[in-house]
C-alpha cells in the first residue's frame, strides 16, 4: 500500500511540474506579443479650439529672439563703426602717445566690460568682447593706415602687428572655444577695413583676417564664422574695383588688373583648400554654399576685372575657371568628399566653360561649340554617376537649340547635330548605380529623360520645317509627329510618344484653323492624304500593343 501511494504521489508531482511548465510557456508568449504589438489605439479626442495665450507667447519668443539675438549684434555693430569713425576724424587731433594709447584703452575698456557682463549673460558679454577685440585690430589698422592717426610709417611693421593682432583674436577665441566671440571679431575687423580708402595694405589685411576664419573652419567645423568672411572679403574687393574705376574711369591698368586678379585667386584657393581638408566632416548644405559662393565670387569679379582690360582676354578667364573647377572636383574625389560636393565642382566648370564661349566663337561655331559642351557633358555625367552634370549638359543643349536663330545658314546640320545630341544624353539618362540597360517599357522615369525628349522633339520638328517648303510647313510637323513615334515605338520609350501627341496637336491645330482655308487645292489634297495615313498609321500601332498586352 506504501508503494501504491508514493507512485501516486510521483505521478501527481510530475503532472504539476507539466502544468508549471505549460503556465511559463504560456506566460512567456504573452509576454512575447505584448512587446511585439503595438500600444492599444485610444479614440481620438476632438480638436481642441486653441486658447487666447498661445499666440502672445509665440509672439514673446520671436520677440525675444529679436531682442537678444539681433538687438544685440545690431548693437555691437553701429558702437563700433561709431568709435572707427571717432578714430578716423579726431585721434588726429591728439598726441602720437595720446592716439596709441586712447584706442587701445578705448578697446581694452570695451573687451573688460563684455568679459564682466559674460557673468550674468554669457552670450550677451561675449558679443560685446568680440566687439572690443575687432576694435584693437582697428586700431593696429588704422595706426599706418588711415592718415590722420597714422604712427606707424613702415608698412611690413604694420602687417607683422596686424597679423599678432589676427593671431590673437584666434588664440583667444579658440581658447574661449566660443564661435560668437570669432564671428563678431572677425566680421567687424572685416567690414571696419572698409570705411576707409582700400588699397593693397587693405587686402592683406582682410586676407590675414579670411585666414583666421578658415581656421575655425579646418580645426572646429564652425561654418558661420568662415562663411561671412567668405562674403566679406569678396564685398571688400567690390568695393576696391568701383573705387578704383571711378578715379580712372575706362583706363585699363595692366597692374591694377594682376593685382586684382592675384588676390581674388588667393581668396579662391585659401577658401577652396579649407573646404577640402576635411569636406566629409561638414554638412552638405555648408559644403556646397561655400563651394558655390566662392566660384561666383571669383568668376563675376574676374570677369568684369578682365573685361574691363580686353574682351579677347575673357575667354582665356573662363577656360581657367573652369579648369580650376576641374580641379576642385579632382581633390573632392580625392579627399573622399560628398558626391554632392564633387558634383557641384563638375557642374560649374562645365558651366564656366559654356558662360566663356560667345567671347570666342560667334554664330554657327558658337552654336556648335554649345552642343558640344552639352553632349560632352551629359555623357560624362552618365559615366560618373553625375545627375548635376547631366542637368547642366542638358541645359547647354537648350541653350544651344535657342540660338540656332543666330547663324545665317547651315541650320540644318546644327538641328541634325542637336537632336542626336539630346537622344543620346537621354538613353543614358538611366542613374549609373542602377546599372541597367536602356529602360523598358513601365520602368521609372524621371524628369530628365522628359526634357531630353522634348528637347529632341523640338529638333527634329525645327528639322524638318528647315526642309520641308514653307507651305507645307504643317505636313512637316505631321511628318516630325511620325518620327517621334517610331523613336518611341523603336527604344520603347513612352516621352517620344508624349511628345509626339502634343507635336501631333498642334498639327492637327494648324491644319484645321490655318491650311483649310489657306492652301491650294493641290497642297490641301496632299496635306490631308499624306497627315491621315500617317495618323492612321501610328493609331494601329497603337491598337496592336494593346491587343498583344490583352
Known sequence: ???????????????????????????????????????????PAAPATPTAPESPKETRDL???????????????ALILGFSFLIIYHFGELGVLVRVGAGYLLSAGLAALGLWLSRRHELFGRIVFGGGLALAYFVTYALHFVPAVRVIQSEPLALVLLALN?????????????????????????????LSDITLFTLMSTTML???????????????????????????????????????????DSERLALSLSFLALYYVLFSVALLVHPRELSKRASLSFALLNWVGLLTLGAVEVARWGEPHLFTFFATVALAQGAGAAVAWWRGATPALIQAYLATGVLTLALGMPSHYEDTALVRAWTAVGLVAGLAGRVLGAGALQVVGVLVLYVALGATWLPPSGRAFLYAALLVSFALVERLSVARSERLPPPVEGSPRTALQFFCAAGAGLALLWLVGELMPKELTTLGWGVAAFGLFALGFAVRERWYRFVGLAVLAFTLGRLM??????????????????????????????????????
Open 63 to 77: 520677440e525675444a529672439h529679436l531682442g537678444t539675438y539681433w538687438l544685440s549684434r545690431a548693437g555691437i555693430v
Open 210 to 252: 579670411a585666414g583666421g576664419a578658415l581656421f575655425f573652419l579646418v580645426k572646429n567645423r564652425w561654418v558661420i564664422v568662415p562663411l561671412s568672411s567668405l562674403v566679406a572679403v569678396y564685398s571688400t574687393h567690390v568695393v576696391w574695383a568701383m573705387r578704383t574705376q571711378a578715379i580712372a574711369p575706362g583706363q585699363p
Open 166 to 194: 589676427v593671431v590673437g583674436i584666434v588664440l583667444i577665441a579658440q581658447r574661449m572655444q566660443s564661435e560668437t566671440v570669432a564671428g563678431i571679431a572677425l566680421f567687424l575687423g572685416l567690414h571696419t577695413g572698409m
Open 513 to 550: 484653323l490655318i491650311d483649310l482655308a489657306g492652301l491650294p487645292p493641290n497642297q490641301r489634297i496632299l496635306t490631308f492624304i499624306l497627315l491621315g495615313v500617317m495618323l492612321l498609321a501610328v493609331s494601329y500601332v497603337y491598337t496592336r500593343l494593346r491587343g498583344n498586352r490583352t
Open 1 to 43: 500500500m506504501a508503494e501504491g501511494d508514493g507512485q501516486d504521489l510521483r505521478d501527481v508531482v510530475r503532472r504539476l511540474e507539466e502544468t508549471v511548465s505549460r503556465l511559463e510557456t504560456r506566460i512567456e508568449h504573452l509576454e512575447t506579443a505584448a512587446r511585439t504589438q503595438p500600444p492599444p489605439t485610444r479614440e
